[in-house]
Each structure stands twice: as structure tokens, then as C-alpha cells.
Nanobody, 113 residues
Framework: VQLVESGGGLVQPGGSLRLSCAAS????????MNWYRQAPGNQREWVAS???????NYADSMKGRFTISRDNAKNTVYLQMNSLKPEDTAVYYC????????WGQGTQVTVSS
């Protein structure tokens, strides 16, 4: 499984970004798709997940601001991020759990004025 993230960039506080994670296989066959992030000097932290059946979960600090979704026809998972804060600055990674754990290369999100 190969994963390619895109959509990162520089955004002002309060702004929005939508990240995409394109998979090389049908995501309808993948048990769980996750988004993680890692800020400089910090451990990688889990952000959100979506199961094959569409059940979503979020880290507490992202609830109400971030939305994970999937488009099976495009084999793509999205992370809509609203009301961004400087502390959301990190490299965001896509992860797939299916007979193993697979990671993308990450996309940088910088929230700064």
C-alpha cells in the first residue's frame, strides 16, 4: 500500500486546509485509515481515524475542528481542518492499517500570521 499526502501549506490562524491522502489500493478494503501529526521535537500523535464502515474518531483537541472523510471511488481520505491554531503546525501523515501498517511521506502544515 502506497500513500501520498497533499494539501499542506501555510495558513493564518483561524484559517482552513484540506489534506488529501491518495492510496495505491482500494481503500474500501482497508480496515482503518488514520491521520497523525508530528511537530518538531514532539512525538507523533494520532489525529483522527475512519474505519472501513465509516466510523470516525478524533483526538480530543481536534474534535469540532477537524473532519476525516473518505471517497472510495477516488481511493482518497481527507482531513478537513478548520479554525487552525499555531499549535496545529506539524507534518501530517496518513496511515493505513490492513495486514500491516503503512505510512505516507507526510505533508507540512504551518499555521502562522
Amino acid at each position: 500500500v502506497q500513500l501520498v499526502e497533499s494539501g499542506g501549506g501555510l495558513v493564518q490562524p483561524g484559517g482552513s486546509l484540506r489534506l488529501s491522502c491518495a492510496a495505491s489500493v482500494s481503500i474500501s478494503s482497508i480496515n482503518v485509515m488514520n491521520w497523525y501529526r508530528q511537530a518538531p521535537g514532539n512525538q507523533r500523535e494520532w489525529v483522527a481515524s475512519i474505519t472501513r464502515s465509516g466510523i470516525t474518531n478524533y483526538a480530543d483537541s481536534m474534535k469540532g475542528r477537524f473532519t476525516i472523510s473518505r471517497d472510495n471511488a477516488k481511493n482518497t481520505v481527507y482531513l478537513q481542518m478548520n479554525s487552525l491554531k499555531p499549535e496545529d503546525t506539524a507534518v501530517y501523515y496518513c496511515n493505513a492499517i490492513e495486514a500491516g501498517s503503512y505510512w505516507g511521506q507526510g505533508t507540512q502544515v504551518t499555521v502562522s500570521s
